[in-house]
């Protein structure tokens, strides 16, 4: 079992506080809890407690469990849906050319063919998700005061804001111009509706928290065992380089330098790469072990004290079914029969694989970031494929055995037999290891990684901000691993341009909750590019209308909040 900062119960006492925090913060029509009521947390185990409850903002439903609804109550019964990495996995991959969501479940038709409107799903539990996490921050940093002398409580009240900075980074990107909630926010016992500020305020006002914590903070500044799962200065430069590298998408004003300067800090902060690509989501990705310490941010999940069907077990259980057993992913859990990757994604891997007509080579003398599979069906009936006690190289991704026939590239909804399956993310341990099956992972999410990193300096290297030579040498470090230590991917300078690199991201960063924000920072999203059910037909449109570069602000926000305001383009309400 692994230690993080997430705990099985909270004290009832902060349970009893929390209680008094709405769960509508959309509506928001917030109201100041009772002082008398919550005193009696004020004490270093109510601060250890409560900030344990704001980590688990981002990857549980609730501190009861994964179908619980003492946070938000899912109207449709899928509290999974509710949960702050799913939300976000969904609106950033589904509506690209990476993902798709074998199923017709409310909300995501219109995410894959990208027309939806204020009514959606989504847009709607996000919001809802993540002001309510802000809404948990402002009122610990209300509650737990330097003055009140906890100890290490300077410390938390630092972890807290940048968890309020991270929550913030994610509406400025979908949805632009969110009601606001900050330490001047003028809460009393009549209750207050959040205001909207404005994308780019907001943006410089999160960008100035971001930067006093960077200067004048007391969080750690190198990675450790000690900080895995929590905030320190290096993730706080982190979510600071992606406000600048998106700076013009946000604010219209490019901001390449200050993104480099932030992602150089990253790079000099003691991280390094991880030997081998799959160990970095399986099971056992929280080692960090003496060969690679890539994860900057994680958000951790457990199969005892941390279980989500929102988390890393969405991305597992959701990619098999069928023939394809849960064995191979580590996992006893039922296949949902869910997520695919487009055909648009297998593309960018030029030497993907042939599988053939007798053998199966998953990666065989090829990119070892391609973790994808294409057969349909098998010689030995009866038998799960790949099944565990098959003859697997690590090394070469070579599995052996008949093959009967294979799966067509093209994933179309409502049928699992189309569309090749991916295993990026397994409940195994290091290099492909057997463990234990379990229902609910031991994998955590690898928010944040120097991976990401590298290829941000690389663009912003290539946009005119950087060192072109280490540039390079940064994008062929990733790619001698993808090619297990071979020369076979290395690229010339010339090679490393615009395009290669949002490709690579593609190829590097799959599934990992980035395509989206790339896609419109490259120009990419509503003009110019067609993938799969974009504009909402199967062979897809290069053009749509550029009101989707944000979400909508939902019909029930709108209508239980007077002061919120619609995005550009989307229908509204009379008010």
């Known amino acids: 079992m692994k230690k993080s900062i997430y705990i099985k119960n ?3 006492a902060v349970i009893a506080c929390l209680l008094f925090l709405p769960s509508c913060l959309g509506d ?13 947390i004020i004490n270093e185990e109510g601060a250890k407690s409560f900030l344990a409850k704001i980590y688990s903002g981002l990857g549980l439903s609730s501190n ?5 609804e003492n946070d938000l109550t899912a109207s449709d019964g899928d509290q999974g849906a509710l949960v702050f990495l799913r939300g976000m996995i969904t609106m950033q991959e589904f509506p ?15 995410l894959v063919n990208l027309n939806w409107e204020y009514t959606t799903k989504y847009a709607y539990t996000f919001y809802q998700r993540a002001m309510l996490n802000i809404r948990y921050c402002q009122e610990y940093l209300k509650l737990f005061t330097v003055e009140s002398g906890i100890p290490n409580v300077e410390q938390y ?7 309020r900075d991270l929550n913030y980074y994610y509406l400025i990107d979908l949805y632009g111009n969110p009601g606001v909630v900050w330490d001047d926010s003028p809460i009393d016992d009549k209750g207050f509706y959040p205001s909207q500020m404005g994308r780019t305020e907001l943006f410089e006002r999160v960008v100035a928290d971001l930067e006093d914590l960077a200067a004048n903070s007391n969080l750690p500044e190198s990675p450790s065992r000690a900080t895995y799962g929590r905030m320190t ?3 706080v430069w982190t979510i600071l380089a992606k406000l600048y590298l998106n700076a013009e998408v946000y604010t219209g004003t490019p901001m390449y330098d200050k993104a480099s300067a932030y992602c150089q800090k990253v790079i000099s902060a003691g991280f390094g790469l991880e030997e081998n690509y799959i160990n970095l989501f399986c099971a056992e990705n929280n080692m960090s072990p003496s060969r690679g310490n890539e994860i900057i941010y994680a958000i951790p999940f457990d199969e005892n004290n941390a279980k989500s069907y929102g988390g890393t077990s969405m991305l597992i259980a959701g990619a098999y079914g069928g023939i394809f057993s849960g ?16 055909e648009t994604l297998i593309a960018k891997f030029a030497d993907a694989p042939d599988a053939g007509t007798d053998r199966f080579k998953s990666n065989a003398k090829a990119d070892s970031r391609y973790l994808f599979f294409d057969v349909l069906a098998y010689e030995t009936e009866g038998v799960n494929v790949p099944d565990p006690s098959w003859p697997f190289d690590p090394q070469t991704g070579e599995i052996v055995y008949e093959v009967k026939s294979k799966r067509e590239a093209a994933s179309k909804f409502n049928d699992w037999d189309t569309g090749y399956l991916c295993y990026k993310f397994t409940n195994l341990g290091w290099d492909n290891a057997r463990v234990s099956l379990t229902a609910f992972p031991n994998t955590d999410f690898p928010l944040f990684r120097l991976a990401d990193i590298y290829l941000m300096y690389a663009e912003c290297a290539v946009r005119g901000h950087g060192d072109r030579s ?3 040498q940064y994008v062929n470090q990733l790619r001698q691993r993808a090619y297990r230590g071979t020369s076979a991917g290395q690229i010339s300078g010339g090679d490393l341009t615009l395009d290669f690199i949002l490709d690579e991201r593609a190829r590097e960063l799959y599934w990992e909750g980035h395509r989206r924000t790339d896609l419109i920072r490259f120009g990419k999203f509503t003009k110019g590019y067609q993938w799969p059910y974009k504009g909402g037909v199967e062979e897809g449109l290069s053009d749509i209308d550029n009101k989707y570069n944000l979400y909508p602000i939902s019909d029930r926000d709108l209508t239980s909040n007077p002061n919120l305001v619609q995005n550009p383009g989307y229908k509204t309400i009379n008010r």
Do not use: H, M, Y
Request: charged fraction near 30%; aromatic fraction near 8%; proline fraction near 8%.
């Open 157 to 163: 009240r630092n972890e807290v804001r940048a968890l």
């Open 327 to 342: 064995n191979w992913f580590g996992s006893n859990e039922s296949g949902w029969t869910c997520l695919k990757p487009k």
């Open 64 to 68: 009861q469990g994964p179908a619980d």
């Open 233 to 235: 200065k290096p993730v």
């Open 96 to 110: 690209t050319d990476e993902a798709i969501w074998n199923w017709r479940d409310e909300g995501i038709v219109e």
């Open 470 to 472: 280490a540039a390079l």
């Open 28 to 40: 928001l029509d917030q109201e100041k809890p009772n002082n008398e009521d919550v005193t009696e």
């Open 10 to 12: 909270l004290l009832p």
